[in-house]
């Protein structure tokens, strides 16, 4: 798959496009079934977005009671953890919105993480029994990995589990993750990729080349039966 690359001059004004790009598709797809499933990105990366959505910015505000949200990763902590990807979106964009609890379908993260897993697999296939999520929110890794896909993880070759338990570098500070895979991330009908800062260059510069050299960054595999479309900064796209 060719995805598309938006550019923007600063992660400002980059998150401000994509909240009005999400505003629009969350709109289109409450129109067309009544309902709109979000995936949303961990990372420090989100943070200005989920503020902006919370606000309202894009336009118009999101159809919240027709919206629900997963997590597209989370790391194996407590939900009040600093490091809890559900805790990041929880203070930015969930709490601030009013969003109710029964919208809401986190990773149980205390949990062992094969038990979180097959639990957050077992939820996904229930509410969602064809997989496709309307929109998901990843981000790219300096080592271009993406959710938690990182080089080298024998969770990159699942091709019938949607979640798996996964490890990142030991030298994350949380290395235990549950993850979306492939065969889950591919059903999606939007895919939004968000990369900001120069630490990233070399990844986006391999995927917007094509270059033999991207396979070796989970994130250049995605190839969803959707639209991919990459959010990048100037930093980023070496502009």
């Known amino acids: 798959m060719t995805p598309a690359f938006i550019v923007r ?38 943070r200005r977005l989920y503020q902006l959505l919370a606000a309202g910015e894009g336009g118009a505000a999101l159809p919240w ?10 790391r194996c902590v407590p939900p009040d953890d600093r490091e809890s990807n559900f805790r990041l979106a929880s203070e930015t ?12 379908h986190r990773i149980e993260g205390e949990r062992p993480a094969e038990q979180a897993a097959r639990a957050y697999e077992a939820l996904l296939r229930g509410r969602i029994p064809d997989g496709a999520l309307d929109i998901v929110l990843l981000g790219a890794g300096s080592d271009g990995h ?7 993880s024998p969770a990159l070759a699942e091709r019938v589990r949607w979640v798996v338990a996964t490890e990142a570098d030991a030298a994350q500070a949380v290395p ?3 993850t979306f895979t492939y065969p889950l991330l591919d059903r999606a009908r939007e895919v939004f990729v968000l990369a900001a ?4 260059r070399a990844v986006v510069s391999a995927v917007r080349e094509d ?9 250049a595999r995605l190839a969803p039966a959707g639209r991919l479309t990459w959010y990048v900064d100037r930093e980023a796209a070496g502009a």
Not at 16 to 31: S, T, Y
């Open 9 to 46: 001059e600063d992660l400002e004004a980059l998150s401000r496009a994509l909240a009005e790009r999400i505003v629009a598709e969350a709109g289109e797809a409450v129109a067309r079934t009544g309902r709109c499933a979000i995936a949303l990105a961990g990372g420090s990366t989100p």
């Open 65 to 74: 009671p027709a919206l629900s949200w997963w997590w597209s990763d989370e």
């Open 93 to 104: 964009l969930l709490g601030p919105a009013g969003v109710v609890p029964e919208r809401i």
């Open 146 to 152: 993406t959710a938690s896909l990182f080089p080298g």
């Open 176 to 178: 235990a993750r549950v």
């Open 197 to 200: 800062g120069a630490a990233k």
């Open 211 to 219: 270059s033999a050299a991207a396979r070796r960054y989970p994130v």
